[in-house]
Structures are given as structure tokens and as C-alpha cells.
């Protein structure tokens, strides 16, 4: 039992499932048995070698986000116990080794208990997506019942989630996609927004032309997001990157605040606060106010490049998962 099947990224471009020694637990870590691992556009990013910020140096194992059982604990780590089941956002970046293996050693910090009610597939779609949703809406903008919400990509993977929790929130949320997914949203929620009208008009259309309180930005339609906020506002985006006209922001006397959701893994600064987060996603998903919207396809440890195949030809219609048992 001193190995384990692991699909191991040894150049850019090139998986290989291989058997590698199977870590232990060191101060602080819990042993996990991998159930389940989602599929992330980082991940894709990574295996090419365009994700410079992300410092994944080779070889490494990819796979951000895990669900599975406690095998064993380190010293120290007293939160969990061997049988318990978590998931979290524990590896696959900075050097941290990833959930595409059977076994990963990761920092109890970054676990939260799985949704009772949700599946291990379930579960390992969740952690990436809905931390990024809930630092945008809750640790920068604070937001509060009432509030109009503009969701941009409301039906992605950020965007799904961050329409559920500015729903249980109590704000009245609008989210952009388009008109093919218009049914969805409306269950989440939201009222659904066509994409194709153009921002101008959906400004006009939806806000009586005054803006909405907050603009959550999740696809990198920034210079969008700024004209849609409205006076003293706040945008959002977790891909604010590139050069930007601020004016129709600074107009406006509205705010904007980034989401880097890396960080905490890149650096180890602020690692129980993405726990933390996790357990109010456990506890939004136990109370019936959270779900995954996930593909129906199956894949297993030795199908990974099918799965990555399916995202990059954005055929998926959800978040891809991996399931290892």
C-alpha cells in the first residue's frame, strides 16, 4: 500500500497515468482518499503551459478540487478523522500536488465536511467555483438583502454559483447568458438575461437605465461590467485582467475589487478562510439553496484527457468531473 495511481503531467501537453509512492500525512495534513475530482479551465491552462500564475512546476499532478475520505491524519490535525468525509480545494497549483491520483496529503485547513445530501461527484464540483463566487459577493461587496445583482455568465461554472448565493442572500438577481439557458436561471433564481441584447440595453431593459448595485464579472467582460454598475456601486470579477478605461466607473463613484482565488495555495495565507468558506457552501447545500450544475459524463483516472477533451471543445454542458470510486 506504499503506491498509488496518479496521472502525472511530465511535459506541457502530455498526461501519463503512472503509480508513484503514496504520500503521508505530514503536521497539519490528513491523508484523503480521492472519490471524485472536478475539471477546471485552469487545469487545461496548466497541462499547455499558459498558466504562468498558477507556478505549477513539472512534473506535477494536476486537479484543484477533491471530495473523497479521511484515510489517516498528520500530527496536529485534529479537525478530522479517518471515515470522515470532505472535499476542498486542496492541490493542483503552486506546487501542490492535485486530486488526480488516489491518494492526496493536503492541509486540513482547506477541507470543510461534505454536504451530507450531496454526492462525492457532487461535491468535488463545487470548491474552486464556489469559493471565487463567495469572495466576490461576500468577503468584498458584503451583500446584503435587497440589493440588485448582475451576474455576467450567470449559467458558468463562477456564475452558477454566484447567482445561488446572491439569491439565498436575498438580493434580486439578474444573470447574463444566453437565451438557450434562460429556463435554468430562471430556476436558480434569477431572471434570466440574453446575452445578445448587448449591455447598453440590458442597462436600459433591466435597471430602468440606472445600473445595478452590483456587477459580478465572471467571464472577463469587464469594460461591461463598468458601464452596468450603478452610482456608487460595485463590480466584481475573477477575470479582471488586461487594461481597462476606468471612467465609466470612477462617473459613477462605484468600486471594484478582484478575486485572485490562488492566493491561499500559492502563498498559505488565508487557508482556513477557504475551509470556512466551504462550510457555509455545506451548510447552503444541506439547507436545499445549493447545487452543482454537472455534466452527465463519466470519467475515470484513465479517461482525464477525455475529460479535458470535452471542456476545451466546450461540450460540456456543467462542471466535468473525474471519478476515481
Excluded at 458584503?142 to 448582475?150: D, R
Excluded at 440590458?202 to 437605465?209: K, L, P, Q, R, Y
Aim: hydrophobic share 50%; no cysteine; proline share 5%.
Amino acid at each position: 500500500m506504499s503506491r498509488m495511481k496518479a496521472v502525472v503531467l511530465e511535459t506541457h501537453g502530455s498526461l501519463r497515468l503512472t503509480e508513484i509512492g503514496r504520500p503521508v500525512p505530514q503536521a497539519g495534513e490528513v491523508l484523503v482518499r480521492v472519490k471524485a475530482s472536478g475539471v477546471n479551465p485552469l487545469d487545461l491552462k496548466i497541462k499547455a503551459g499558459e498558466a504562468a500564475h498558477a507556478r505549477h512546476p513539472l512534473p506535477a499532478i494536476l486537479g484543484i478540487d477533491l471530495a473523497g475520505v479521511v484515510e489517516a491524519v498528520g500530527p496536529g490535525a485534529t479537525a478530522f478523522k479517518p471515515g470522515d468525509e470532505v472535499y476542498g480545494m486542496t492541490g493542483g497549483v503552486g506546487g501542490v500536488p492535485g486530486a488526480l491520483a488516489e491518494f492526496a496529503a493536503v492541509d486540513a485547513r482547506l477541507l470543510a465536511p461534505k454536504p451530507a445530501n450531496l454526492s462525492m461527484r457532487e461535491a468535488a464540483a463545487l470548491p474552486l467555483a464556489f469559493i471565487t463566487a463567495w469572495e466576490g459577493l461576500v468577503d468584498r461587496v458584503k451583500l446584503q438583502s435587497g440589493k440588485t445583482v448582475l451576474v455576467i455568465g450567470g449559467a458558468g461554472g463562477v456564475g452558477h454559483m454566484a447567482v445561488q448565493i446572491a439569491v439565498a442572500r436575498g438580493a434580486k438577481v439578474f444573470a447574463t447568458d444566453s437565451a438557450a439557458k434562460a429556463a435554468y436561471l430562471r430556476g436558480l433564481g434569477a431572471m434570466p438575461v440574453d446575452r445578445a441584447l448587448g449591455i447598453d440595453a440590458i442597462v436600459a431593459e433591466h435597471s430602468d437605465g440606472k445600473g445595478f448595485d452590483v456587477v459580478y464579472d465572471t467571464i472577463g467582460r469587464l469594460d461591461d461590467a463598468f458601464k452596468a454598475v450603478a452610482r456608487f456601486g460595485h463590480v466584481v470579477s475573477s477575470l479582471g485582467w488586461g487594461t481597462h478605461a476606468l471612467a465609466p466607473l470612477s462617473f459613477k463613484a462605484a468600486t471594484y475589487s478582484g478575486v485572485f482565488t490562488l492566493l491561499p495555495l500559492l502563498t498559505g495565507e488565508g487557508r482556513e478562510h477557504h475551509g470556512a468558506i466551504l462550510r457555509e457552501a455545506t451548510r447552503l447545500a444541506e439547507a436545499g439553496a445549493l447545487l452543482p450544475r454537472l455534466d452527465a459524463h463519466t470519467f475515470s483516472l484513465d479517461q482525464v484527457e477525455a475529460a479535458h477533451r470535452l471542456l476545451a471543445e466546450r461540450k460540456a454542458e456543467g462542471k466535468v468531473v473525474v471519478t476515481l470510486g
